[in-house]
Nanobody
Framework: QVQLVEAGGGMVQAGGSLRLSCTAS????????MGWFRQAPGKEREFVAA????????RYAESVKGRFTISKDNAKNTAYLQMSSLKPGDTAVYYC?????????????????????WGQGTQVTVSS
């Protein structure tokens, strides 16, 4: 019903920048929020950022606040994650997710089980 495709991952040196994109297709009529998560090898998938589709309210994990910016283009059904001042610890597979649940709190949107659709992930590698 809904497909999410991430793009923009790659390898960058510490201190560099990357911009990820996530484009939704299919029945994308009920988007409530889009989020970004990341998962490093052997680690749990963790919340990175989220944006509400109506308006532009955003939230970030403390570990990326001030360095990452989430944005969106509603007309294109696309969310972005601008990452700057990248650190080796940011190395992970980054996943885009979409929630249709509606009226879910920011706290709940930090949990992966509150999202209905997931992209395939895109690798971000930050070298030192």
């Amino acid at each position: 019903q809904v497909q999410l495709v991430e793009a923009g991952g790659g390898m960058v040196q510490a201190g560099g920048s990357l911009r990820l994109s996530c484009t939704a297709s299919g029945r994308t009529f009920n988007i409530y929020a889009m989020g970004w998560f990341r998962q490093a090898p052997g680690k749990e998938r963790e919340f990175v950022a989220a944006v509400l589709w109506s308006g532009s309210s955003t939230r970030y994990a403390e570990s990326v606040k001030g360095r990452f910016t989430i944005s969106k283009d509603n007309a294109k059904n696309t969310a972005y994650l601008q990452m700057s001042s990248l650190k080796p610890g940011d190395t992970a597979v980054y996943y885009c997710a979409m929630s249709e649940k509606g009226s879910v709190s920011w706290l709940m949107l930090q949990n992966r089980d509150k999202y209905d659709y997931w992209g395939q992930g895109t690798q971000v590698t930050v070298s030192s």
